[in-house]
């Protein structure tokens, strides 16, 4: 018989060490497709590594990869905190990457130094906004948000597609659905010459530390936590829950909508309907990952583009199908999920008694 | 007026219940979980399962209702997998049931990929072909609307009837429904609500891999990336709209399917002024608005998203 019984209390290096071992876990695992893709399972690890790591251009790669899942994985794990299910987080890095792009594509000329504080506060309204939707029908009319703001994304990449085939279409696009694009003042500077990663990581980190003192040090996260536990609770200790919800919402789809800001004017310098491969989606992922810490969002993230960047360049040098990358991390999902059960309870393989009456008393 | 000669013709009808089909699946397979108590989230990667593995295992010579087999029980698959996650260890519903989307995608498309790895084109197979059914299909407009879809249509409609038979009608519906009202109820009874709760979301789960079966088998005949498209989703919408009723989960599938069929209609005559993109949002949005509409006086299962263990409670 296998019984669980809760942990009284965990301690931090297990709770940090079970997401780590669940990853590993789910690369292990991945060794089966890889094998049945006709792979070598060794070799596919040992280029999923270089392709992550092995080079400077590598790490930049894989750097600009997480920057966008930094974001997105702080934007669920906040809102996750106090139980408002964020699925919308795709959709609100396509509003905040719009709001960017109406800004900062020359719609007005200002400098650097006001520019892109500018174009980040529109993408984190955009994002808050389209985030306030669900939250409200949740608070106000008790709509499940999971599906609003899931369903949202949809409305949403529609809506950027008819804005990039219409009004914000670029004239000089040679006809491809794109915005026009930013101005150089707009533009977040690569840290290094000729590679991608660029000052949106900073932004990213910065953010990460924000959160991570809200949620420790303010009133804010503590109310914001007090919710997440018991709702009922918060509210009979008189925690102004429905604000906290709101709160909440607008901080999380700021957070995925400076995801947004920073794809178009750190790495594509215009907007594309393509311009996110789900990023929104693995921020869930991440967040989980992480154990809804914002520390850990940093850790989840670089991990995850590892995953994506090493992932992509095995794909291409042994011929194995690139959604062998999306399968890993779906795995590291489940795997992450199964561990978190070992963090809330012991389990421990319980002997059946012989007798009844002896099996009664030990229960 | 164009608009109602577009109501009044057969065509538009046959299209309204050609769409409404996978959604019949979907919404009847959701039900059924949520009834036990379980909500599956994983339901968009489980129509990409069926869809694939029906699609696949017809490519491969299993024939279309060996193909219908294999899509449910690759569906079965992923809800025990979503069951023993939710149920006996009791993990976020949401979570998992997202986890199982991510996982029953991309593990569909890595194999589809694998098995076909360099064709541009996808292949097609022999799909099912719409019934002639002697007498019924030259009636006069029910004919061509009603009785000229394809056997999986009318499996989607037995299976209306099925599953609100054996809700309503059978002891194991009777302890379905309980078990998603009050588990420790049942749990007295001396049933297993384990048992219960899995066995409801492998069936569940296997209706919804139907529904994505029926794109790949019925309503196309080939396999291809994202033509899922977030119809699970709005399964999951419309379960909430039919306040988890098969009747009303048929009606609200078959609306669902007469606006859609409307919308592409009405595209064609006013598509130079209106963007297509507006016509697509339209099913998201509605879906939004019937959840809000029926969110208040939604009678949820009482024991939705609650983890049950043994001698709790």
């Known amino acids: ?363 | 007026m164009e608009y109602i000669d577009i109501l009044l013709s057969a065509n538009f009808w046959a299209a309204a219940i050609r769409i409404a089909t996978p959604l019949i699946f979907g919404v009847l397979g959701a039900l059924v979980c949520e009834r036990a108590g379980v909500l599956n989230l994983g339901i968009e990667g489980i129509f990409v399962v069926g869809a694939m593995c029906g699609w696949m295992a017809v490519w491969l010579g299993a024939g279309l209702w060996g193909g219908v087999l294999i899509a449910a029980l690759a569906g079965a698959f992923f809800g025990l997998l979503h069951g023993i996650l939710t149920v006996p260890l009791g993990l976020s519903q949401h979570v998992s049931g997202l986890g199982i989307t991510m996982f029953a995608t991309s593990v569909s498309y890595f194999t589809y990929r694998t098995a076909l790895p360099k064709v541009s084109s996808p292949p097609r197979i022999e799909a099912f072909q719409p019934l002639d059914i002697p007498v019924l299909s030259d009636l006069p407009f029910i004919g061509p609307a009603l009785f000229q879809q394809t056997s999986m249509t009318f499996l989607a409609l037995a299976m209306v009837l099925l599953v609100s038979y054996v809700l309503y009608r059978t002891p194991l519906g009777l302890a379905i429904r309980a078990v998603g009202d009050n588990p420790s109820a049942v749990e007295a009874q001396g049933l297993s609500v384990f048992a219960l709760r899995i066995g409801a979301i492998m069936a569940g789960s296997a209706l919804m891999a139907l529904g994505g079966a029926f794109l790949t088998m019925s309503a196309f005949d080939a396999f291809f990336f994202g033509m899922i498209n977030g119809r699970g989703w709005i399964c999951i919408a419309l379960v909430v709209f039919a306040s988890w009723r098969p009747g009303k989960a048929l009606l609200g599938a078959l609306l669902f399917g007469a606006f859609d069929a409307f919308q592409i209609r009405l595209q064609n005559e006013v598509g130079a002024v209106i963007p297509s993109q507006v016509f697509l949002m339209i099913p998201y949005l509605l879906s939004i608005v019937a959840l809000v509409l029926v969110a208040r006086k939604a009678d949820y299962p009482r024991a939705l998203l609650q983890p049950y263990f043994r001698g709790q409670r």
């Open chain 1, 1 to 363: 018989m296998i019984r669980f019984e809760p942990r009284s209390n965990v301690s931090s290096l297990f709770a940090l060490a079970l997401p780590i071992v669940a990853g590993i876990t789910a690369l292990a695992l991945a060794a089966i497709p890889i094998a049945a893709a006709g792979g070598e399972v060794f070799a596919a690890y040992g280029h999923i590594f270089k392709g992550a790591f092995g080079s400077k251009f590598a790490l930049s790669e894989l750097l600009a990869r997480a920057t966008p899942l930094i974001f997105t994985g702080l934007a669920v794990s906040v809102a996750f905190r106090a139980k408002l299910w964020n699925i919308g987080a795709e959709g609100q890095l396509y509003v905040g990457a719009l709001a960017a792009v109406a800004v900062g594509s020359g719609a007005i000329s200002a400098p650097a130094y006001i520019m892109i504080p500018l174009i980040m506060l529109a993408g984190m309204i955009a994002g808050g906004t389209l985030m306030l939707a669900p939250t409200l029908l949740k608070t106000r009319l008790g709509a499940d948000e999971v599906v609003t703001t899931l369903l949202l994304n949809f409305v949403v990449l529609l809506f950027v597609q008819m804005m990039l085939e219409g009004p914000m279409k670029d004239p000089m696009g040679m006809g491809w659905p794109q915005s026009e694009p930013m101005t150089s003042a707009a533009t977040l500077p690569k840290m290094f010459p000729r590679m991608r990663i660029h000052w949106g990581l900073v932004i990213a980190l910065v953010s990460a530390i924000v959160i991570y003192i809200m949620m420790k040090r303010s009133v804010w996260g503590f109310e914001i936590r007090a919710t997440g536990e018991n709702v009922s609770a918060a509210k009979h200790a008189g925690i102004p829950v429905t604000s906290t919800f709101i709160k909440v919402g607008l901080i999380s789809g700021a957070l995925a909508g400076l995801a947004g800001v920073s794809e178009v004017a750190g790495l594509k310098g215009y907007l594309t309907s393509d311009i996110s491969p789900g990023f929104g989606y693995t921020g869930v992922v991440v967040a989980m990952l992480a154990g809804l810490s914002p520390v850990g969002v940093v850790i989840a993230a670089v991990f995850i583009a590892a995953v994506f960047v090493g992932a992509d360049s095995m794909s291409r040098a042994m011929g194995v199908s690139s959604y062998i990358a999306d399968l890993v991390v779906a795995m590291s999902l489940i795997c992450v999920l199964i561990s978190s059960l070992f963090v809330r309870f012991k389990i421990r393989f319980v002997q059946p008694k012989k007798t009844p009456l002896a099996a009664k008393g030990e229960a």
